[in-house]
């Protein structure tokens, strides 16, 4: 590891397990220090404890990302812990499928909340600590379940293509201040991924072998250190953009 990050502070939304994990650990094995944030405190807490053992600094906070109050009060607490935000990840996401005649007004307000709102209410209470920054990177993720209309994802896409939109005119607008906003979409080895795995095997390896690259990406090799260039100084005049991590398909 190069040590890019050194000296920057990151907070990672859904931090606990999955993309947010393997992002977190990519994060501070290039020197950031990060802010662990999710539901399940004893989650986060568990990351922090492998961030310690590799010789980083972490903290962990425990956040219901879809509201406000709090992820107002995690951005403070993370700005007093480490002393500022430079980049800031919204990861996480919560939904449940269903055919778009079997939607609930719930499912999409669980969606919505935990999704769009989540990440437009992170990237409002940052705001004044990226601008400080002089450097922010914003990271958001959208979905290939979105883009490419996939059944019984309805909710899920609505909220992910309205987190694509909400980036695209944050990096307009905050471009002044010389912050980032990106967006990836990823296809990764998550929590569900890997029950899907164990329950369906076969089905699994034919996912698998559809994609081009012949694998599902690994949340901190193929995504975490994504998450890292986008961060670091590599892409400086990279904003506004959707990155496809789907192994070519």
Not at 84 to 105: F, H, M, P, R, Y
Not at 164 to 193: D, K, Q
Request: proline letters at 2%; hydrophobic letters at 45%.
């Amino acid at each position: 590891m190069t040590g890019r990050l050194e000296g920057r502070v990151a907070l990672v939304t859904g931090a606990g397990q999955g993309i947010g994990r393997g992002t977190a650990l990519a994060l501070a094995k290039e020197g950031a220090s990060v802010a662990l944030v999710g539901r399940t405190l004893s989650k986060c807490e568990a990351v922090a404890a492998e961030i310690a053992d590799l010789g980083g600094t972490a903290v962990a906070f425990a956040c219901d990302v879809g509201v406000r109050e709090q992820v107002d009060a995690a951005v403070d607490a993370t700005v007093r812990a480490l002393g500022g935000i430079d980049i800031l990840v919204n990861n996480a996401q919560s939904s449940v499928q269903a055919k778009l005649e079997d939607t609930t007004d719930e499912d999409v307000e669980l969606a919505w909340r935990s999704g769009a709102l989540a990440t437009l209410y992170a990237m409002q209470a940052a705001l004044p600590h990226l601008k400080a920054s002089g450097r922010g990177s914003i990271v958001n993720f959208g979905s290939s379940t979105a883009i490419e209309g996939n059944v019984a994802f309805g909710a899920y896409a609505m909220a992910k293509e309205a987190i694509r939109g909400l980036s695209r005119v944050a990096s307009r607008e905050w471009g002044r201040f010389g912050i980032r906003v990106n967006v990836i979409v990823p296809n990764a080895l998550s929590p569900s991924s890997q029950d899907f795995r164990e329950a369906h095997p076969d089905r699994f390896a034919r996912m698998e072998a559809r994609v081009p690259l012949g694998r599902v990406g690994d949340p901190e090799a193929d995504i975490g250190r994504a998450v890292v260039a986008l961060a670091a100084d590599d892409l400086t005049y990279l904003s506004g953009q959707t990155l496809m991590l789907t192994g070519g398909s």
